[in-house]
């Protein structure tokens, strides 16, 4: 018995027991992977202050100060109707947003302190609930992003790298904070219907704590076997996930720090980024990357093989700045005319390269052409293909050498990126 126990014990602070996903979650991986677009939504108090999500770490406001704001916060112009029929209208296929931030403030109507949307602010009203209506009706699937880290709960203690200054006691009950928080994701996955997923973040703050992510994922699983596990904790992913993340990287590369170094295993994968550099609303933040950067990066995360999360921050009144409005739509627009190039694809034959990359579905290859001047191609290995066109159709000329390629490409160029359609033989 006591060999048991011990052995139990030693699993659970390793994280390590197996892990056998149900066929439910087999299948919601592989809609993940058809979707490849989502629209990541960062809202919560600190848009008040309208700058950033992390403000309250930055500004080193303590916990007392930090409480002023949700009395300022009264989104009454927020629709979740119009949210979900912007991330529609962009080509997004599902919606990832903060439940919980950092901060630790709910934005849903949790029963297990005061410390959220309904209960301390003169909104009252829970707008996870009426986006997951919405979503549900418009036929877009949702996420939760739920920091495990907490810069407002006295529990979370002892404290990590971050939340040094919050001026919180210096005690509390680490055990007691991870009930807290699953206690949290059972309302999460308990009112809000079929959820996607949720998305963590945050573990990177206390590397060493034992963070009961067994139990806590086996919690999620139980309550909703098809729901997807991910977190952000810029490691290889641990037994009970169901997706790898990157935040503002392709997988594989790590140039913002981020990011796991590699891609490991064969796990769904997702990368997420912002419109200008900021997740939560930030006013003053005007560095924003054109629409052609950002379609360019989702077709570069599907050539990855991954699903590009675009993040959008709402601001205090709850409507959406005009700015990633006009990006999204265009996004949209260019997402109808290629989509059959993104959606339902897999990473092709030919992994990313700098000119380019491919994707593919079981019949068909498609090549990417983003950054190529020359009027000729040679692609290696791209396999047994023929009948080269563009999407319209039109015929591109080919000759092929094995399995390479030497594509003549046409002389109107499409500026952000010539998709070239090939039949697999
Ligand atoms: O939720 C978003 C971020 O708040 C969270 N993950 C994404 C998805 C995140 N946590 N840590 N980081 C991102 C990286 C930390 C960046 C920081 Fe900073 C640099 C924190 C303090 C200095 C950026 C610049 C945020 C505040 C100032």
Redesign the pocket.
Known sequence: MKLIALLLAAAATLGAQPYTPTPENLKAREWFQDARFGLFI?WGVYSVLED???VM??RKMPVSEYEQLPPRFNPTKFNAAEWVSLAKAAGMKYITITSK??DGFAMFATRQNKWNIVDATPFKRDPLKELAEECRKQGIKLFF?HSQLDWHHPDYFPRGRTGQTTGRPESGDFDRYLDFMDAQLTELLTNYGPIAGIWF?GMWDKRDANWRIDQTYRLIHRLQPAALVGS?HHLKPFPGEDFQMF?KDLPGKNTAG?SAESVIGTLPLET?DTINKA?GYNAKDKSLKSTKDLIQYVVRAAGYGANFLLNVGPKPDGTIQEEFTVRLREIGKWMGAHGESIYSTRGGPVGPRNWGVTTQTATKVYVHVLDWQDELLAVPSLGKVNNARLLNGQKVEMSASGTSVLFRLPAQRDGIDTVIVLDKQ
């Open positions: 960062h950033g999500e992390w770490n930055v931030h950092h992003y973040d952000n935040e981020h997420c997740w």
